[in-house]
């Protein structure tokens, strides 16, 4: 089967910095790809690579066989790669729900449901209920603003899924989250995994990330130095150094 | 025992009717219904009476008025998804040369010359515009700013349309009147429709470009071509303000391009306060006036004028229109902090 993403030599650097260095990688369709490392491996910045937001110096990115390296964010966007952010970018003196109308507005959107916009508003709040905002509580409509960290962590995550994408990337969906909130979003992300959507997900709270991946990919300094199922990747030489910042004398 | 001073605060109480949510009104009462339509009707039936009123100069002043509030409402739309220009008189110039070549050269109607201005006038400057839309802030300011000097320099060295004698004798408009009303009429209803549009699901998108232009990016929506929509809107309300221009005062020369029409609107939506466009048409509705009423004063005019804008600018950062808005909405009272 063909690979829905699939990563060449991707490089890019920052001044003398390399943040990406060589990545390549695919990703078949429904497939759960994590991807960690510490601080500053380049994890973000491969992010915004394949959303368009940063161009690579070299390497290709292919969507379903198409080139998109260097396309515009809203292009790729709108073929069907969406994004969350680390740090949630919302629009917050609007009400919840009115942040999904951004996304609604979008061709793609106008295209999926047959060339018409209909009821934006319904469509958000609809969207919304799936994702826990109960419709007939007050949490869609109160101010972005007021809403605790939790709750726009997952308003950023249905801005993302109202365009119905094909690769979903998570950016460390769960900084900040408490535990119960982790918990109740976990489960929302595995349904959407198990209905299709190819996700790659981000994230520093390995316990978590665990349960739910297929596939586990570890950067360092840019580069992949592991790659494989989660217990693979855990029993690396290179991870374990890389993570807890000594060598390991098995002598 | 220490004497305690007695402190005062303001405490602030909203007055009458609120709407509580975005689509949901509720009118309980006749007076209810003043206290929301007064502040809406009231100006806008003092507008649409003054032309009978106010003849000669005072009635040029009043279409100098609506002019340079077409100008603040083009300002205030493109600064509504982040585009601050410095350079309205681009538009007001454009508009103008295409309504007076039209008419000077082809001989054709002012009924022809303003919608084809208006129009044409938008899409050349859209076009003029489109490559420099990715630049943002005070670098998208500067070209806008040197747009219409560069225009001005061309028809001067080359003397093309005029030159720097311009086009006289124009066709003017049947009727002082009619250009009054065109005016008027053109005015007000560009100031209703920008803020319906801007209250929109398309006016939020623009609104959320100015906010977080990343973010909009990532919700597959093309934000230069949106862009690009919003300076065609503008210009072509800029355009039909020169149009209006042109054909009123019979001649067409390179002032068209003058940047006083292009600093005046930035000051009226500064005076007013931005991002409502009620607060840029109430800016030009008194600054333009203002202006006229200090000729009186000779050489000082100016002077007296940039005070009067400075101090009201440090006083009232917020414009005067939503200083206004808040004392219409609420009660203010001292009370004593205990």
């Given at each position: 089967?063909?690979?829905v993403l699939?990563v060449?030599?991707l490089?890019?650097?920052?001044?003398?910095?390399?943040?990406?260095?060589?990545?390549?990688?695919?990703l078949?369709?429904?497939?759960f790809?994590?991807i960690?490392?510490?601080?500053?491996?380049?994890?973000?910045?491969?992010?915004n690579?394949i959303t368009g937001?940063?161009k690579?110096?070299s390497g290709?990115?292919?969507?379903?066989?198409?080139?998109?390296t260097?396309?515009?964010p809203?292009?790729?966007a709108g073929?069907?790669?969406s994004?969350t952010?680390q740090?949630v970018?919302?629009f917050?003196?609007l009400?919840?729900?009115?942040n999904?109308?951004?996304p609604?507005?979008?061709?793609?959107f106008k295209?999926m449901?047959?060339g018409?916009?209909g009821?934006?508003d319904d469509v958000?709040?609809?969207?919304?209920?799936?994702?826990?905002?109960e419709?007939?509580s007050?949490?869609p409509?109160?101010v972005?603003?007021s809403?605790?960290h939790g709750?726009?962590k997952?308003l950023?995550l249905?801005?993302a899924?109202?365009?119905?994408?094909?690769v979903?990337?998570?950016d460390?969906?769960?900084s900040?989250?408490?535990?119960?909130e982790?918990?109740s979003?976990l489960?929302?992300?595995?349904?959407?995994?198990?209905?299709g959507?190819t996700?790659?997900?981000i994230?520093?709270?390995?316990?978590?990330?665990?349960r739910?991946v297929?596939?586990v990919?570890v950067l360092?300094f840019?580069?992949?130095?592991?790659s494989?199922s989660?217990?693979?990747?855990?029993?690396?030489?290179?991870?374990?150094?890389?993570y807890?910042?000594?060598r390991?004398?098995l002598? | 025992?220490t004497?305690?001073?007695?402190q005062y605060?303001k405490?602030?109480?909203?007055?009458?009717?609120?709407?509580?949510s975005?689509?949901l009104?509720?009118?309980a009462?006749k007076k209810d219904m003043?206290?929301?339509?007064?502040p809406?009707?009231?100006?806008?039936?003092a507008?649409l009476?003054?032309?009978?009123?106010?003849?000669?100069?005072?009635?040029k002043?009043?279409i100098?008025?609506c002019?340079?509030?077409?100008l603040?409402?083009s300002?205030d739309?493109?600064?509504?998804?982040?585009?601050?220009?410095l350079?309205?008189?681009?538009?007001?110039?454009?508009?103008?040369?295409?309504?007076g070549?039209?008419?000077h050269?082809f001989h054709?109607?002012?009924?022809?010359?303003?919608?084809?201005?208006?129009v044409?006038?938008?899409?050349?400057?859209?076009?003029?515009l489109?490559?420099?839309?990715?630049?943002?802030?005070?670098?998208f300011a500067m070209?806008?700013?040197?747009?219409?000097?560069?225009?001005i320099k061309?028809?001067?060295?080359?003397?093309?349309f005029?030159?720097?004698?311009g086009?006289p004798?124009l066709?003017?408009?049947?009727?002082?009147?009619?250009a009054?009303?065109?005016?008027?009429?053109?005015?007000?209803g560009c100031?209703f429709?920008?803020r319906?549009?801007?209250n929109s699901d398309y006016g939020?998108?623009?609104?959320?470009?100015?906010d977080?232009?990343?973010?909009?990016?990532?919700?597959a929506?093309?934000?230069?071509w949106r862009?690009i929509?919003?300076?065609?809107?503008?210009?072509c309300?800029?355009a039909?303000?020169?149009?209006?221009m042109?054909?009123?005062?019979?001649?067409l020369?390179?002032s068209?391009?003058?940047?006083?029409?292009?600093?005046?609107?930035v000051?009226a939506?500064?005076?007013?306060?931005?991002?409502?466009f009620a607060?840029?048409?109430?800016?030009?509705i008194v600054l333009?006036p203002?202006?006229?009423a200090?000729?009186?004063?000779?050489?000082l005019?100016?002077?007296?004028?940039c005070?009067?804008?400075?101090?009201?600018i440090?006083?009232?950062?917020?414009?005067?229109?939503?200083?206004?808005?808040?004392?219409y909405?609420q009660?203010?009272?001292l009370?004593?902090?205990?």
């Amino acid at each position: 089967m063909e690979p829905v993403l699939k990563v060449n030599h991707l490089k890019k650097s920052f001044g003398g910095v390399l943040a990406v260095y060589d990545v390549s990688f695919e990703l078949k369709r429904g497939e759960f790809l994590g991807i960690i490392g510490p601080n500053g491996s380049g994890k973000t910045t491969l992010v915004n690579l394949i959303t368009g937001f940063v161009k690579p110096d070299s390497g290709e990115i292919l969507f379903r066989g198409r080139n998109i390296t260097g396309k515009m964010p809203y292009t790729i966007a709108g073929l069907g790669i969406s994004r969350t952010f680390q740090m949630v970018r919302l629009f917050y003196n609007l009400p919840a729900y009115k942040n999904l109308i951004i996304p609604l507005c979008s061709s793609r959107f106008k295209k999926m449901r047959g060339g018409r916009y209909g009821e934006r508003d319904d469509v958000a709040i609809d969207l919304l209920d799936d994702m826990g905002f109960e419709r007939d509580s007050q949490v869609p409509y109160k101010v972005a603003g007021s809403l605790p960290h939790g709750y726009l962590k997952r308003l950023d995550l249905s801005r993302a899924l109202a365009l119905r994408p094909e690769v979903l990337i998570l950016d460390e969906l769960f900084s900040g989250m408490s535990m119960s909130e982790v918990a109740s979003t976990l489960p929302l992300i595995e349904k959407f995994n198990e209905e299709g959507l190819t996700i790659i997900m981000i994230e520093h709270r390995l316990k978590e990330l665990f349960r739910v991946v297929d596939r586990v990919m570890v950067l360092n300094f840019g580069t992949t130095i592991a790659s494989g199922s989660p217990e693979e990747v855990m029993e690396s030489e290179e991870v374990k150094k890389a993570y807890l910042g000594i060598r390991i004398d098995l002598d | 025992m220490t004497e305690r001073k007695i402190q005062y605060r303001k405490k602030r109480l909203d007055r009458g009717v609120k709407a509580r949510s975005d689509t949901l009104f509720l009118i309980a009462s006749k007076k209810d219904m003043v206290y929301l339509l007064m502040p809406r009707a009231l100006p806008v039936l003092a507008l649409l009476v003054l032309p009978f009123f106010l003849e000669g100069y005072w009635g040029k002043v009043l279409i100098y008025a609506c002019m340079y509030g077409l100008l603040a409402l083009s300002w205030d739309l493109m600064a509504s998804c982040g585009l601050f220009s410095l350079g309205q008189a681009l538009f007001f110039g454009i508009g103008a040369y295409i309504a007076g070549i039209l008419n000077h050269y082809f001989h054709v109607p002012p009924v022809i010359t303003v919608p084809a201005a208006t129009v044409g006038g938008g899409i050349i400057c859209a076009a003029l515009l489109a490559p420099v839309v990715r630049l943002r802030g005070v670098y998208f300011a500067m070209i806008t700013l040197m747009l219409p000097l560069l225009l001005i320099k061309v028809i001067d060295a080359t003397g093309v349309f005029g030159g720097t004698h311009g086009l006289p004798s124009l066709s003017p408009f049947s009727s002082d009147l009619l250009a009054a009303y065109l005016s008027v009429g053109g005015f007000l209803g560009c100031l209703f429709i920008f803020r319906r549009v801007i209250n929109s699901d398309y006016g939020l998108v623009l609104r959320a470009i100015r906010d977080d232009d990343r973010a909009v990016m990532s919700g597959a929506i093309n934000i230069y071509w949106r862009k690009i929509q919003a300076i065609f809107i503008a210009a072509c309300v800029g355009a039909f303000a020169g149009a209006l221009m042109t054909h009123h005062y019979q001649f067409l020369g390179m002032s068209a391009f003058a940047l006083d029409y292009s600093i005046l609107p930035v000051a009226a939506v500064a005076f007013g306060g931005p991002g409502t466009f009620a607060g840029a048409a109430l800016g030009s509705i008194v600054l333009v006036p203002l202006s006229e009423a200090l000729r009186a004063l000779g050489g000082l005019r100016i002077a007296i004028y940039c005070g009067i804008l400075i101090v009201s600018i440090i006083g009232l950062p917020e414009g005067i229109f939503h200083y206004l808005a808040r004392k219409y909405h609420q009660f203010e009272r001292l009370v004593e902090v205990k």
